[in-house]
């Protein structure tokens, strides 16, 4: 049983344009999101987290949205720049636990 | 230094070989963690430490052995491995374990990993 999905398996986006990447989630106990973004031959990097009491968190470039009821979050990276083609991961959890569960990840292409 | 380290970056082995796989964080991370991740797939959790003792074992077979000597340093033990075994094997450590004070927003943080090919 798949908790977390990233139902995109690629998306390709013009630089300077916003890129919309998707997740959603099927266990309603998870209240912590965080996005990971994949170079090849690398480790995930952190990008940003959200707790389930909020609905949008912000860095720079990268925003979160996270919708409860629809059991929906959504990374928007703007603008988009060749530097963000990677693979993003999204992962879900609960706050007091040490386990991530992890989408499938969505390959990001950014084109010039 | 902030960074996760991993050692070796390759790893070539046969079935009845033994090796280790080693990982090393100085951020003063308290837990730390093994994951295995295929190909196309996201990475599965295999084991955690939290303050240098084993809280979590995913049912991994026990082909694999984890230890963590200090709470800087975490080694991964290899013996007896199949072919489906080959993975890209991921470390990674964050600041406190779950459950104490502060560790609300549990962030991972990666080393590069180890390509491990079992022949």
């Known amino acids: 049983d798949q908790q977390v999905k990233q139902n995109s398996p690629s998306l390709s986006v013009q630089e300077g344009r916003i890129s919309i990447l998707n997740c959603d989630y099927t266990n309603s106990m998870f209240d912590y999101f965080l996005w990971y973004k994949k170079y090849p031959a690398e480790g995930p990097t952190f990008l940003i987290s959200i707790s389930s009491i909020k609905d949008k968190n912000e860095d720079g470039r990268f925003t979160v949205f996270l919708n409860k009821s629809a059991k929906h979050l959504s990374l928007h990276i703007v603008p988009s720049q060749p530097g963000d083609s990677a693979v993003y991961f999204c992962a879900a959890g609960f706050q007091g636990a040490q386990k991530l569960v992890f989408g499938q990840g969505t390959r990001l292409t950014i084109n010039p | 230094d902030t960074e996760v380290t991993q050692t070796p970056k390759h790893l070539v082995m046969g079935m009845t070989n033994k090796k280790s796989l080693k990982c090393e964080q100085h951020?003063?991370?308290?837990?730390m963690y093994w994951y295995k991740q295929k190909a196309k797939k996201p990475p599965e959790l295999m084991f955690v430490y939290s303050y240098e003792k084993l809280s979590i074992n995913e049912s991994v077979p026990s082909r694999f052995s984890p230890e963590c000597p200090n709470s800087s340093l975490l080694n991964l033990h290899l013996h007896a491995l199949q072919p489906e075994d080959s993975a890209l094997y991921l470390c990674a450590s964050s600041p406190r374990p779950a459950g104490t004070s502060g560790s609300s927003y549990n962030e991972q943080f990666f080393g590069p990993g180890t390509r491990l090919t079992v022949l």
């Open positions: 951020m003063g991370h308290r837990a």
